[in-house]
C-alpha cells in the first residue's frame, strides 16, 4: 500500500522476531534510571506493553509496506548462513500466507501485554512474566517468518519452555499437570516431526523452504513423502490439535492464565496448521495426497467430537467449565481448518487459512471475556455460574454480556461475521476437493461437518442462554461491568471480527494468490 | 668419509627422529604432574594451594600447545621402513578430542581447588593433582594413538589414576566401595581387551590400526573365527569405559562416592577417552567389520539411552545425593546418543562425517555438563547431601547461578533457549537418519522426551518459591570462573552452533 524500501522492510522483519527476545532480556534486568515508574512491578509491565506495541507498530507497517499486488511473492527476504555444517540457514520472509498470521500474533500478544498491565494474574514475578510472555512471542512470530526447515522447528520448540512456566506458575488449579502434559505431548509430537524434517531435507539436498517448494532437481519419491507426510503430521497434529491427539487442549486451557489461554488458542495452535500449508501441501504433496482422506476423516471426528463434548459440559448439573468448553470448541473448529487443508484444493486451503484467523480473533476474545467473568465471580463452572435460573448477565453487567453473546454467535458462524467465511470456504472446498481423492468420502465428510456446525449453534446458543439470560434475585451483588483498560483490549478483536466478515476480500485477496502458487508449485 | 655417512644412515633408520612440538599436550601434562608430586614433598602445609594453581597452569599450557598444531597433521613415532604407519598422529580428531580432554580436566581442575580447600586435610593434595594430571595426559594420549599397544597404554593410564582419584577421601567408606567397584570392573573389562588385541595381532600380525584395516581383510579362512571373537573382545573393553549397557552399572555409585570434581571429571573425559577409542578401533582399525559393529553399536545405544534415562527419571528428588546420581544416570543416556553417530558410521560411506556428529555433540556436552557440575559443587558446599530438593528457590538466593544451571539443564535436554543442545541433537539424528537407522532415531525421540521430563523437573524447581530463608553465602573464585567459563562457552555456542557443529561436516582424519 505505501511504498517501503527492501531493505527497511527486510530490517522490519528481522525486528519482528529479534526484538521480543531482546526485551525479554532487557525485562530481567533493573530498570534503567528514568523508567523506574511507580513499582518495579508496574516498570516491568510497562515494559512488556511497550515492546509488544512495538513490534506490533513494525508489524502493522510490514503489512503496510507489503507488495499487495504481488502477494504470492516471498518479501521482506533475508537469507544469511548460519550454520554451514547442518545446512541451515537464516531465511526469513513473509508472503500472503504468512502475514496476517504474524499481524494476528503481534497484535493478541500487545492486547495480552495491555490486559496483563491493568490485571496481573496471580502467581510469582511480573519479571520473568512478561519476559516468558516475549520470549513466546518471539517463537511464534518466528515460526511464521522462517523459511528454514530447521529453523521453524526451532522456533517450533522456543514456544514450549515459555508457556510452560506461564501455565505451571500462573495457572489456575491442576496447574502442574496440565503444563506436563502440555509439554511432553508437544515434544513427542515435534521430536518426530524433526525427524521427518531431516529426512525431507537429506533427500533432497536442502532445508530450504522456497527451494523445497520450487525447485525439482531432486524430487522425493512417493515413499520418503509419505513416511515425512506421517513423521511431520503428527508433529504438526498434536499441535493444531487434531483429536485424537487433543488431549492435552483442555486441560492447558482450563490451567492457563487468562492471558495463557488466548495466545494458546489464538496463537500458538496456528503454527500447526501453519505448518501443514507452508510445509506439506507444497513439498510432499504425493504423501499428503495418500493421507488427506485420513486427515479429513480425523478432522470431522474432531467437529463432531468437539460439539459434543461442549453440548455435555453446556447441560445443566454437568459442572462444565466454562474454559473447558472453549478449548473443545477449539477443536471442533481447528477440525475444520483441517478439513480445508485435507481438501487440497484452493478453496478449501483459503478457507483454512480464513478460519485460522477468525479462530484466533473470536476465541481469543472469548477467553478474554471467560477471564473477565472469572475475576468477578470467581468461578468459570457454569452450574455455579448459571444456579438455578440462569447467570443473568444481561441484567447485572450488560456490556459484558452482550459482549460474551457477540463472541458467542461469531464462534458459531454467524454469516456477516469472521467465523462464517473460513467454514464455509472449507466445506466447499470438501465439496469438489483435488484430483486423485476420492470425491464420495469427502461429500460424506462435508455432510457430517455441516451437521457439526449445527451442533455448534446449538451448545454456544446453550451458553448464551445459562450465561447471559435468567432471572436477577433480589439481594444479587452487583458485577462491575466492562472496564476502560478491557474495551481497549478487546474493541480491536471485536472490530476485527467485524471487519473480516463483512470484507472477506482483504484477507482471501492476500492468501489466494500465494495458496495457488503453493499448490501449483511454480516458481516465485 | 663414507663410513661416516653410512654411520649416520644407520643412526637416523635405528634412532627414530621424535617430533617433541606434536607430543607436547600429553607430554606437558605428564611432566607438570610429576613435577606436581615432587613440589609437594617441598611445599609447606599452608602454601599447598600453590600446588593446584601449578597444575591449572599445567593444564592450560598443555592445551595451549594445540594451538601450533592446527595448521596440519603431523605424525611421529613412525615405523623407520614405512614412513605413512605412526604410532602417534597429530590430525584433526586427535586435536579436538585432546582440546575436549584437557578443557575438561583443566575446568575439573577448577572446582578441585574449591574442594580441596574446603577439605582441608582430609584429601591429599599431592597426590590428588599428580593422578589428575596423569589420568589427564592419558587421555591426551589416546586420541592419537594409531597402534593398539600405544592405545591399551593410554587407556590405562588414564583409568588406573582414575581408580584412585575415586578412592581418595581417606576414612570415607563409600569413597574406597566406590573405588573397588570401579577397580575391579574396569580392570576386568581391559583384560577381555586385551585378549581381544591379542587374538588380532595374531590373525593380522600387526598392532598399527592402518595396517589391521588392510591385513583384516586378507586373513587366513581358518583364524576368522579367531579374528571375529578378537574384534569382539576389543570393542567389550571400550564400551565400558563409555558406560555402554550393560557396563553401567558401576557409574552411579563411582559418582557419589567420588569427590564431586572427580565425577565432573570422569563424566566428560572418562567418557571422551572410551568414545575416542570406539572410533578409533571402528571406524580406523575395522572399517571391514562394518557390518558387524554397526549393528550392535546401534543396539548397544538404544539401550543405553533408555537404561540410563529411565534410569534418571526414576531418581527421588529428596534421596541423598540425588542431585549426582541424576547427573550420572543421566551421563549415561547421554553416552548413548554418542554412540548414535559411531553406529550410522558403520552404515555409511562417510563414516568421517557420521563420527564428527558423535565429536560435535562430545564437545557440546563436556562443556554444559560440566558446568552442571561446577554449580552442583557449588550448592554442595551448603548443603552436603546434594540432593535435587535442595535446590528449590535457588533462583531467589542466587538468580545468576540458578539461571545459569537451568540454562546447562535445558542444553542437555536440547531445548531452546539451549540452542546448542539443540542442534547438537539435530546432528546426531540426521546422522541416524542419513545412515538409514530410522529406528534408531524414533528411539531417541522418545528418549528425548524421557530426559526432558527429568530435566525439566529440576528447572522448574530452581525457580520455585524457597521453603526457607535464603542465605547469602560468598563464592569462591575457582568456582566463579568455572562456572563463568561453562555458561559463556555455552551461550556462545548457542549463537554459533557453527563452531563446533563444523566438525560433523568435515573430514577428521
Sequence with gaps: ?524 | MSSQAHAQDLAQSVVQSVDWLAIAPPTIAAVVGLAVLVADLFVGDGKKALLGWISVAGLAASALMLLPLVDGDRATFCLTGDADVCSYTADRFTLVIQFLVLGGALLAALLSVTTLKDAGRRLPEGEFWFLLLSSAAGAALLPASRDLATLVVALEVASLPAFALVGIRYGDRKSSEAALKFFLSSVTATAVSLMGISFVYASTGTLYLTQIADRIQQVDGQLQTLTQTGVVLTLVGFAFKTAAVPFHFWVPDTYVGAPLPVAAYLSVVGKAVGFSGLILVTVVALPSYADAWGPALAVLAALTMTVGNVGALRQQSTRAYSAVRLLAWSSVGQAGYLLVPIAAAGYTRDADRAVGSTVAYALMYAAVNLGAFAVAALVARTSPHNRISDYRGLYASRPLTALVLGFFLLCLAGLPPGVIGLFAKVAVFSAAVDAGLGWLAVVMAVNVVIALFYYLQWTALLFRAPEGEPEKHRVPAPLTAAIALTAVLGVVLSGAPQLVLRFSATALF
Excluded at chain 1, 387 to 396: F, M, P, Q, S
Aim: glycine content about 10%.
Design chain 1, 1 to 524: 500500500m505505501i511504498d517501503i524500501s527492501e531493505s527497511v522492510m527486510q530490517f522490519l522483519l528481522a525486528f519482528v522476531v529479534v526484538g521480543p527476545l531482546l526485551g525479554a532480556a532487557a525485562a530481567l534486568l533493573p530498570a534503567p534510571p528514568g523508567l523506574k515508574g511507580k513499582s518495579p512491578e508496574q516498570a516491568v509491565l510497562r515494559h512488556g506493553v511497550t515492546v509488544t506495541g512495538a513490534i506490533l507498530i513494525a508489524a502493522v507497517v510490514l503489512a503496510l509496506g507489503f507488495d499487495h499486488d504481488q502477494p504470492s511473492k516471498m518479501q521482506a527476504s533475508t537469507d544469511i548462513s548460519w550454520i554451514p555444517a547442518l545446512d541451515v540457514r537464516i531465511h526469513l520472509g513473509i508472503d500472503g500466507i504468512s502475514l496476517p498470521l504474524l499481524v494476528l500474533t503481534a497484535l493478541l500478544t500487545f492486547l495480552c501485554a495491555l490486559y496483563s498491565y491493568f490485571k496481573m494474574p496471580a502467581g510469582p514475578t511480573p519479571k520473568a512474566f512478561v519476559a516468558l510472555l516475549l520470549v513466546l512471542e518471539s517463537g511464534t512470530l518466528a515460526t511464521f517468518a522462517v523459511l528454514d526447515l530447521l529453523l521453524f522447528f526451532l522456533a517450533f520448540e522456543m514456544v514450549l519452555i515459555p508457556m510452560y512456566f506461564l501455565i505451571a506458575r500462573w495457572g489456575g488449579e491442576q496447574r502442574t499437570q496440565a503444563a506436563w502434559r502440555f509439554i511432553l505431548y508437544t515434544l513427542l509430537g515435534s521430536v518426530v516431526m524433526l525427524l521427518g524434517l531431516l529426512l525431507i531435507g537429506l533427500k533432497s539436498g536442502t532445508f530450504d523452504m522456497v527451494a523445497l517448494a520450487t525447485d525439482n532437481d531432486r524430487p522425493l519419491t512417493t515413499s520418503v513423502q509419505v513416511i515425512a507426510v506421517l513423521a511431520i503430521g503428527i508433529g504438526l497434529a498434536v499441535k493444531t490439535p487434531m483429536w485424537p491427539l487433543h488431549s492435552w487442549l483442555p486441560d492447558a486451557h482450563t490451567a492457563a492464565p487468562t492471558v495463557g489461554s488466548v495466545l494458546l488458542a489464538g496463537v500458538l495452535l496456528k503454527m500447526g496448521t501453519y505448518g501443514f500449508v507452508r510445509i506439506l501441501l507444497p513439498v510432499a504433496p504425493d504423501g499428503m495426497r495418500t493421507f488427506a482422506p485420513y486427515l479429513a476423516a480425523f478432522a470431522v471426528v474432531g467437529i463432531i467430537y468437539g460439539s459434543l463434548a461442549c453440548l455435555a459440559l453446556a447441560k445443566q448439573g454437568a459442572k462444565g467449565d466454562l474454559k473447558r468448553l472453549i478449548a473443545y470448541s477449539s477443536v471442533g473448529h481447528m477440525g475444520f481448518v483441517l478439513l480445508g487443508i485435507a481438501t487440497m484444493t484452493t478453496t478449501g486451503v483459503n478457507g483454512a487459512l480464513f478460519a485460522n484467523i477468525a479462530h484466533g480473533l473470536i476465541t481469543g476474545l472469548l477467553f478474554f471475556l471467560v477471564g473477565a467473568l472469572k475475576d468477578r465471580t470467581g468461578t468459570t463452572d457454569l452450574d455455579t455460574l448459571a444456579e438455578e435460573t440462569g447467570a443473568a448477565l444481561y441484567g447485572k453487567a450488560p456490556r459484558l454480556g452482550g459482549l460474551l453473546a457477540f463472541g458467542a454467535v461469531a464462534s458459531l458462524g454467524l454469516p456477516g461475521l469472521a467465523g462464517f467465511w473460513g467454514e464455509m470456504l472449507a466445506l466447499f472446498g470438501a465439496f469438489r476437493p483435488a484430483d486423485g481423492l476420492s470425491r464420495p468420502a469427502f461429500l460424506t465428510f462435508m455432510a457430517i461437518a455441516a451437521f457439526g456446525t449445527l451442533l455448534t449453534a446449538a451448545y454456544l446458543l446453550v451458553v448464551v442462554r445459562r450465561v447471559c439470560m435468567g432471572a436477577i434475585p433480589q439481594d444479587s451483588p452487583k458485577l462491575a461491568d466492562v472496564q476502560t483498560y478491557e474495551f481497549a483490549a478487546w474493541t480491536p478483536l471485536v472490530a476485527l471480527t467485524v471487519v473480516a466478515g463483512l470484507w472477506p476480500k482483504a484477507l482471501l485477496g492476500l492468501t489466494d494468490p500465494a495458496v495457488q502458487q503453493l499448490l501449483a508449485g511454480g516458481t516465485r
